[in-house]
Antibody, heavy 127, light 106 residues
């Protein structure tokens, strides 16, 4: 069974660092990009960025560039999202998701979508 | 690219047919996905390439559209369908989500 299992909820103080994880199983981890999505309490979904575990290439949403670091370690089939200095505004639930690729016959092109999601990690930043 | 979903919320009854819409600020071809999210749960993929039903998703869900205008239709609402629905564009690198449509029981 294809699964993404995320690390547990965490409470941190402003200014502290944090690294949360997303462990993949049931498929070849190096073959699919892993994305991260933020959801603040009561709000919608926000795309943060994505990593290719195969070569560690990353792409960030402009809103999150420089604010977080996304990485992956193929030796443990795990993707990571980290902060060097948390703010209260980072309080949210963070989801990882696998990017799937398919071929669309009618348009003769490849396309993507996020097909498998982790259960989410709730991060609370409070003094 | 910006995605605008309408309505923001919708009240409907079991058995109703409902259509949710998602409009993109520029042409995204068919590179749109729809997700369902229930409170306290992760999003669940419903539709990809605008109109392709994800495996395991009930056939009462259907999607249509291309370019800038897209829709998700539920042909006969079931109790488990009351949730928030998000569209996402996967045409650019920004992979933007719409703001969501909350579907509530009337």
């Amino acid at each position: 069974e294809v699964q993404l299992v995320q690390s547990g909820a965490v409470v941190k103080k402003p200014g502290e660092s944090l690294k949360i994880s997303c462990k993949a199983s049931g498929y070849d981890f190096t073959t699919y990009w892993i994305g991260w999505v933020r959801q603040k309490p009561g709000n919608g979904l926000e795309w943060m960025g994505i990593v290719n575990p195969g070569d560690s290439l990353t792409r960030y949403s402009p809103s999150f560039q420089g604010q977080v670091t996304i990485s992956a370690d193929t030796s443990v089939n795990t993707a990571y999202l980290q902060w060097s200095s948390l703010k209260a505004s980072d309080t949210a639930t963070y989801y990882c998701a696998r990017r799937q690729r398919n071929y669309h016959l009618l348009s003769h092109s490849y396309y993507f979508y996020m097909d498998v999601w982790g259960e989410g990690t709730t991060v609370t930043v409070s003094s | 690219i910006q995605l605008t979903q309408s309505p923001s919320s919708l009240s409907a009854s079991v058995g109703d047919r409902v259509t949710l819409t998602c409009r993109a600020s520029q042409d995204i071809s068919i590179y749109l996905a729809w997700y369902q999210q229930k409170p306290g749960e992760a999003p669940k993929l419903l539709m990809h390439a605008a109109s392709t039903l994800q495996s395991g998703v009930p056939s009462r869900f259907s999607g249509s559209g291309s370019g800038t205008d897209f829709s998700l239709t539920i042909s006969s609402l079931q109790p488990e369908d009351f949730a928030t629905y998000y569209c996402q564009e996967l045409n650019s690198d920004s992979y933007t989500f719409g703001q969501g449509t909350k579907l509530e029981i009337k």
